[in-house]
């Protein structure tokens, strides 16, 4: 199921500079990650953002888990 969330994690240098986002859409992942942390739930970021979907916030997080399990971040760059 992780692998099928991580399908709407897009990443085009064309939309938001290159950086991860939902779907293509305009929607950074860490803009996603952002709205989380400040304390806003799933429900409230869904009822705000209509073109947004209940997986593409769980992909937000899938996203952030895999970032979190390299062993070095020379991994990354």
Known sequence: MK???LQRITIQSNICH??????????P???ILEL??????IEDI??????LEREDILAALAFATR???VKSISQLV
Request: a negative charge.
């Open 29 to 31: 992942v860490e803009f």
């Open 18 to 27: 290159g950086k991860p986002c939902i779907r293509g859409l305009r929607y």
């Open 46 to 51: 869904l009822s705000d953002y209509d073109d």
């Open 67 to 69: 970032l979190t399990q």
């Open 36 to 41: 989380l942390s400040s304390g806003m739930t």
């Open 3 to 5: 692998n099928n969330l």
